[in-house]
C-alpha cells in the first residue's frame, strides 16, 4: 500500500537540530506499511449501502483518520473522521447506491507527522426495495416532561436516501409541521418551541428513488411546562484538538449560566464512553489520574438544569503524550516503542491448599507491579516485584515497566494488562455411568467440582482429552483418569464390568425373518463364558410366562402356541453364583 505524507502535525519531541533533518528525510523513504481494507475488500462490488468499512490493524499506529469520497482522496461523503484506535466505522446515513467509493484512511501520530494512505474503492450496489422504518425515535415513545424546545431524532433505516417527518398533537395531526422532506439527516430541530404539556406525535418515513416505506408508525410523547435549556459548553483545558496532555491533567471546562450541572463522558474512540461514562459534575473541572499515553480521547460535556440538558453539544478531543513512542526510528525506518511488551498470560490457575502458589512475571523489564481489583474496580497492590504469592480468585492487574532517562527527566514507560486468577484442585470422580450399546460400552464421567480437567482411559500418561465422555470401547474393566489442567492433581477409578449391564439384548423381533427372532443371554465377547443358570420371563403383571435355560434358542414371544404382544417384559435370571439379576427388555413386531 502506498502513502503520502501529512505535515499538518508536525509533532517532534525536543531533539537535535541534525537528527530532526534527518528524521524528516527518512520519512519521505519510511517503510511504514498502510492497512488493506478487510471489509469490504478493495475492488469489491456490490456492497450493501448501509455496510460497517473495516481495514487491517497496523502495529504501533495510536489512531486512524477516515475520509469517503466519490473520487479518489475526495472527502465530499465523509471529511477526515478521526475514529481513535477503533479499525471499523459505520456511516451513520449509510452510503449512495450504485456508487464507486473511495476510502482514505491516515495515519494518526503523536510526535510525527500524520501518513495519508492511497485511497481503496468500492463500489455499492443499486437498491431493490423500499426502506424499512427507522426502529427507533428520541424522545422516546410514550416519554414524558420533555422539553419544549428538544432535538428530534431517529435510527438510520438501511437504504434510506432521505426521510419525511411529520408533527402534530395527534394521530395524524400536521398542524406543527406538514410532511416535510429532511433530506438524508437523522435529526430535527424545530424551528420554534413545541407547546407545552401537550401530547406531540411524530411520524417519520424514510425513503429512497424506489418509494417510501410502508406502515410507519408514529411515536408520541408529552411536553413539560416551559422552560429554559442552558447552551453548550466548550473545554478551557486541554483545548479542543490539543496534543502532549499529561496523564493526570485537571479537566475544565466554561461555566454555563444557568447550568446546574454538567454530564461529562469521555471515551478512546468517538462511539465509546470506556473512560467515563455520563459522571454528572456540580463544577466546571475534575482531576483525572493516569490517562493512557499516547491516545486520542474524546469528550462530550451536556450542561443541564431543571428543564433539561442541553441540545446538539459537539464532541472534542484531545492527545496525551509522554515520551514512551510511538517514535520513528530513522536506522531502522520502523515505529519504537518504550513500553514493555508482555506476553503474560490472560488466566492463571492456582492450586487449592498449595502454599506454592508463587507467580512470576514472563516479560523483561526494570520494575513490576501487581494489584488486586474488587467489585468496584478499586485496586490495592500486592507486589512491587518481580513475583507475586496468590490464594484468591478474582481479577488482576499485572504491570511491567522501563524507566527512561530523556531530556535532563526520568519517567515511566509501563504496560499492563488485567488477568483472571482461578483456584483448582485435584479432582474427584462421582460417578462414572455405564451404558451398553451393540456389545460396546460408553462411559460418561462426573466429578463432585466442576473444574479444568480432562480425561484418559486406562493409561495415567495418556492421551487425554477434555471431553468427559468415552464411546465405543470394549467389554472389560477399565480404569479413568481425571487430571487438573493447571496440575493440582489427577485421581483414577477402577470401573469393573457389571453382569447386569452386559449380555441382556434390550429388545428382539420375532417376525420370522430370521434376525433376532429369540430373547436369550449371549456371553460377553471377551469371556465366551455362559455364567447363567436360569432365565425367568414374565409379563408386566408378574405372571411367569416362560423358562429359559442356556444353551438353547431362547423365548420365541409365544406361550402355549399364541403369539403374545408388541410390550415390555421382565426377567430374572440366576447367575451359577447363584447371583440374582433382573431386568426388562421389549417386544417388538
Not at 433376532?516 to 408378574?542: A, C, L, M, R
Request: proline share 6%; charged share 15%; net charge negative.
Amino acid at each position: 500500500m502506498k502513502k503520502k505524507w501529512d505535515y499538518r502535525i508536525p509533532q517532534i519531541l525536543a531533539a537535535p537540530i541534525f537528527f530532526i533533518v534527518l528524521l524528516f528525510a527518512v520519512f519521505k523513504t519510511s517503510a511504514q506499511e498502510c492497512p488493506a481494507l478487510v471489509s469490504p475488500a478493495d475492488g469489491t462490488t456490490l456492497v450493501p449501502v448501509d455496510a460497517t468499512i473495516s481495514w487491517e490493524a497496523v502495529t504501533g499506529v495510536p489512531g486512524y483518520i477516515i475520509s469517503l469520497g466519490t473520487t479518489e482522496g475526495g472527502n465530499d461523503i465523509l471529511n477526515e473522521r478521526n475514529v481513535g484506535s477503533a479499525t471499523s466505522f459505520t456511516p451513520a446515513t449509510g452510503l449512495p447506491e450504485s456508487t464507486e467509493i473511495f476510502i482514505t484512511i491516515t495515519l494518526f501520530f503523536f510526535n510525527q507527522p500524520n501518513i495519508v494512505c492511497d485511497s481503496q474503492r468500492f463500489t455499492t450496489a443499486a437498491l431493490s426495495e423500499v426502506p424499512n422504518c427507522s426502529t427507533s425515535i428520541s424522545p422516546a415513545n410514550n416519554a414524558f416532561e420533555i422539553n419544549t424546545a428538544t432535538n428530534i431524532s431517529w435510527n438510520a433505516a438501511p437504504s434510506a436516501t432521505g426521510y419525511f417527518i411529520t408533527i402534530g398533537t395527534t394521530q395524524s395531526g400536521d398542524e406543527i409541521l406538514v410532511r416535510t422532506d429532511v433530506a438524508n439527516t437523522l435529526s430535527y430541530n424545530p424551528t420554534t418551541e413545541l407547546p407545552t404539556e401537550t401530547d406531540i406525535y411524530i411520524t417519520i418515513i424514510p425513503y429512497n428513488r424506489i418509494g417510501s416505506a410502508v406502515n410507519c408508525s408514529s411515536s408520541v410523547f408529552t411536553t413539560a411546562a416551559a422552560a429554559v435549556l442552558p447552551i453548550c459548553t466548550s473545554m478551557i483545558s486541554p483545548f479542543n484538538g490539543e496534543t502532549n496532555v499529561p496523564l493526570s491533567p485537571t479537566l475544565e471546562w466554561n461555566a454555563v449560566p444557568n447550568a446546574t450541572g454538567y454530564r461529562v463522558s469521555i471515551g478512546t474512540s468517538p462511539f465509546e464512553k470506556n473512560i467515563l461514562e455520563d459522571a454528572v459534575f456540580y463544577r466546571t473541572s475534575t482531576l483525572i489520574i493516569d490517562f493512557e499515553p499516547n491516545r486520542t480521547f474524546f469528550i462530550s460535556i451536556y450542561p443541564f438544569n431543571e428543564a433539561g440538558e442541553a441540545i446538539g453539544c459537539t464532541q472534542e478531543t484531545f492527545s496525551t503524550l509522554v515520551g514512551c513512542g510511538p517514535y520513528f526510528d530513522p536506522l531502522s525506518g520502523e515505529l519504537l516503542v518504550l513500553n514493555p511488551v508482555l506476553t503474560f498470560p490472560d488466566t492463571i490457575t492456582i492450586c487449592l491448599n498449595n502454599e506454592l502458589d508463587l507467580i512470576t512475571a514472563t516479560d523483561e523489564a526494570d520494575g513490576f507491579r501487581w494489584y488486586k481489583l474488587d467489585d468496584r474496580g478499586n485496586e490495592t497492590l500486592v507486589s512491587s516485584s518481580s513475583e507475586v504469592m496468590l490464594d484468591e480468585e478474582g481479577l488482576y492487574i499485572y504491570e511491567a515497566y522501563d524507566i527512561i532517562e530523556e531530556s535532563d527527566r526520568i519517567f515511566e514507560c509501563a504496560s499492563s494488562k488485567t488477568f483472571q486468577v482461578f483456584i483448582s484442585e485435584t479432582p474427584v470422580i462421582e460417578n462414572v455411568a455405564v451404558k451398553i450399546s451393540s456389545n460396546l460400552l460408553n462411559y460418561e464421567i462426573t466429578t463432585t467440582t466442576n473444574g479444568n480437567f480432562e480425561y484418559s482411559l486406562d493409561n495415567e500418561y495418556g492421551p487425554y482429552q477434555n471431553s468427559n465422555r468415552f464411546t465405543d470401547i470394549a467389554l472389560q474393566n477399565h480404569i479413568v483418569y481425571v487430571r487438573d489442567k493447571a496440575g493440582c492433581g489427577i485421581t483414577e477409578r477402577f470401573v469393573e464390568l457389571d453382569l447386569t449391564m452386559n449380555g441382556f439384548p434390550k429388545f428382539f423381533t420375532p417376525n420370522g425373518d430370521g434376525i433376532n427372532d429369540f430373547w436369550q443371554f449371549i456371553p460377553p465377547v471377551e469371556t465366551g463364558e455362559n455364567n447363567i443358570s436360569v432365565i425367568f420371563i414374565f409379563d408386566k403383571f408378574g405372571a411367569l410366562l416362560a423358562q429359559v435355560v442356556p444353551n438353547t434358542n431362547g423365548w420365541s414371544g409365544n406361550v402355549n402356541g399364541k403369539a403374545l404382544p408388541e410390550s415390555n417384559y421382565w426377567f430374572k435370571a440366576i447367575a451359577t453364583n447363584n447371583k440374582i439379576i433382573k431386568g426388562h427388555f421389549s417386544l417388538k413386531r
